[in-house]
């Protein structure tokens, strides 16, 4: 099998306690799923790809290295869109979808939480979680999830292959009711606990991230203007941090 890459090895090391359920979305190679599957991280890892030909080289490595009774009822595989996986009332359940762009993500989430939340009734309150590593648009993505009052429990900056990725690891509350004042988002447009400035390449991350929402500043249309300054507002307040 392939060696995870230090991105997936991030991700792995996220998951910290046995969950009912592990949804691998987009799987790719399914390395991650793997990984989480073979220290039973999980009574089952469903492994999830549209891709026809990845489920089944996936399915092909599970029955050669992970048939034996201790594994074999441990694992599924699923060949179909993300926004349907079939996703039942669960105590401890986790998505996780890393490896795609941030409105393509988005949209998952958004489907993944609309589908959920309509198995719940007025009087059941469930929780669901999620690990996220979108390929870019990370401030729409937190967007979303603070829109859907979602609890921060991690987040991180990975670097790799001269690229930066925030994973970012929340809770959400799914009921059919309001969501109670403590349970308001804990979560940042721009990050908090993910960023440490006593590393260069946090310093030169943050720079990145502002240099870029300038740029489409000079090229975006008067009605998008304000909104991409309030973005930069946002990162350049952390800028008082790098010399604290």
């Given at each position: 099998?392939?060696?995870?890459?230090?991105?997936?090895?991030?991700?792995?090391?996220?998951?910290?306690?046995h969950y009912q359920?592990?949804?691998?979305?987009?799987?790719?190679?399914?390395?991650l799923?793997?990984?989480?599957?073979?220290?039973?991280?999980?009574?089952?890892?469903?492994f999830?790809?549209?891709?026809?030909?990845?489920?089944a080289n996936i399915e092909q490595?599970?029955?050669?290295?992970?048939s034996?009774?201790?594994?074999?009822q441990?694992?599924?595989?699923?060949?179909?869109?993300?926004?349907?996986?079939?996703l039942?009332?669960?105590?401890?359940?986790l998505?996780?979808?890393?490896?795609?762009?941030?409105?393509?993500?988005?949209?998952?989430?958004?489907?993944?939480?609309?589908?959920y939340?309509q198995?719940?009734?007025?009087?059941?309150?469930?929780?669901?979680?999620?690990?996220?590593?979108?390929?870019?648009?990370?401030?729409?993505?937190?967007?979303?999830?603070?829109?859907?009052?979602?609890?921060?429990?991690?987040?991180?900056i990975?670097t790799?292959?001269?690229?930066?990725?925030?994973i970012i690891?929340?809770k959400?509350?799914l009921?059919?009711?309001?969501?109670?004042q403590e349970?308001?988002?804990?979560?940042?447009a721009?990050g908090d606990?993910m960023?440490?400035f006593?590393l260069?390449e946090?310093q030169h991350y943050?720079?990145?991230?502002?240099?870029?929402?300038?740029r489409?500043?000079?090229?975006?249309p008067l009605?998008?203007?304000d909104?991409i300054k309030?973005?930069i507002?946002q990162?350049?307040s952390?800028?008082?941090?790098?010399?604290?």
């Open positions: 099998m392939k060696k995870i890459s230090q991105r997936l090895q991030k991700i792995d090391s996220m998951v910290t306690i359920s592990i949804w691998d979305c987009c799987c790719d190679h399914g390395l799923g793997l990984s989480l599957l073979k220290r039973k991280s999980a009574e089952t890892i469903h999830v790809d549209i891709v026809p030909s990845l489920i490595l599970l029955q050669q290295h992970f034996s009774k201790s594994y074999a441990h694992w599924q595989v699923h060949c179909l869109d993300v926004a349907k996986i079939p039942t009332a669960q105590n401890k359940q998505v996780i979808i890393a490896g795609v762009g941030g409105e393509l993500l988005t949209s998952f989430v958004e489907k993944i939480i609309t589908a939340q198995q719940c009734s007025n009087d059941s309150i469930s929780w669901l979680e999620f690990i996220l590593c979108p390929v870019h648009h990370n401030y729409q993505v937190r967007q979303t999830l603070i829109k859907h009052n979602v609890i921060l429990l991690d987040e991180c990975v790799e292959n001269k690229r930066f990725y925030e690891h929340v959400v509350q009921t059919n009711k309001p969501p109670k349970y308001v988002s804990s979560l940042s721009v606990k960023w440490d006593s260069n946090h943050l720079s990145k991230t502002i240099k870029h929402y300038q489409m500043l000079l090229a975006a009605g998008e203007q909104k309030t973005i507002e990162y350049s952390l800028f008082p941090l790098v010399n604290t």
